[in-house]
């Protein structure tokens, strides 16, 4: 039986998240337009009878300017210590030096594929320029390219993976899906509306915290805080008469409910931290 950890790095916004979520079939990591929407390492589990993936969403690369990017830089140094294959992205319509230095940076003693994402958007030139780039790099054991949206390519990067793969027992049960707790994605579901919804730096100074998941007959209660940095903030996030909060919460009830298969009753209320992203005691709080 081949069993290994794959894990997925790059910069923010090249769609590591989406194909994470493609390769499993299930929605596991949120997405967005916007860079850094991951914060966590998110692990998947790709089970049939031959195998066992463990596939790895990690946070975009960046230089921290702030604890909680510490915190999500940690998450990409853990998970390229327990690589077992090293899935390298790129967005094709990036600067394939500034793609080269970082991933030459990773110093990967373990195979390691460039995954060159979007192929969709760019003509077949690009393509081929690309794979010519990367196949001369010495980390580069394998050149694919795909589009994680449109399912494109991902069957090859597959196959090559277990190609790859070493043989070994399961790490998890067979029905399981992922480690990570139920609480953990619904934070994650309703951090998502916040990005969909507003613009600049809200998203981004915004946590969640999950404090009541309650499962009664036919019911989920769910009771969740939105973190922000200031009063203004918090304004925002209510809105005139309670209409942003609202949106939010009915947006996101919507898809926690198709994901836990359940009717749901979600309360949601905003709370002041200021600095909270530089507050190691908050951090631990919300997951960090």
């Not at 196949?135 to 054991?141: D, E």
């Not at 981004?204 to 939105?226: D, P, W």
Request: charged share 30%; with cysteine; hydrophobic share 45%.
């Amino acid at each position: 039986m081949k069993v290994g950890f794959v894990n997925i790095f790059g910069k923010p916004n090249a769609g590591k998240s989406t194909l994470l979520n493609c390769l499993i079939g299930e929605k596991l990591a949120i997405v967005s337009p916007k860079v850094q929407t991951t914060r966590h390492r998110i692990k998947g589990f790709l089970n049939t009878e031959n195998y066992q993936v463990i596939f790895s969403d990690t946070p975009g690369i960046i230089e921290p300017k702030y604890k909680l990017h510490e915190k999500m830089m940690q998450a990409v140094k853990g998970s390229l210590e327990d690589a077992d294959i090293a899935l390298l992205m790129v967005d094709i319509k990036d600067n394939l030096e500034e793609a080269d230095e970082l991933f030459a940076a990773l110093r990967l003693k373990v195979p390691a594929f460039v995954v060159l994402n979007k192929i969709d958007k760019v003509p077949a030139a690009r393509v081929e320029e690309a794979k010519t780039f990367f196949q001369s790099r010495t980390y580069s054991r394998r050149v694919v390219a795909i589009s994680a949206l449109q399912n494109l390519g991902v069957d090859v990067l597959l196959n090559a993976i277990l190609e790859f793969l070493p043989e070994g027992e399961p790490f998890y049960n067979e029905d399981d899906l992922t480690d990570l707790p139920t609480r953990f994605f619904v934070g994650e579901m309703v951090r998502e509306k916040i990005f969909e919804l507003f613009e600049d730096e809200i998203p981004y100074h915004t946590a969640v915290l999950v404090n009541e998941f309650k499962e009664k007959t036919g019911l989920i209660k769910i009771t969740a805080e939105i973190i922000v940095h200031r009063e203004s903030q918090k304004a925002i996030i209510i809105g005139e008469r309670g209409k942003m909060i609202k949106q939010i919460g009915t947006i996101a009830r919507q898809e926690i409910e198709k994901f836990l298969d359940s009717k749901v009753f979600l309360e949601l209320f905003v709370k002041v931290r200021p600095k909270w992203r530089d507050n190691d005691v908050h951090l631990k709080e919300y997951g960090y």
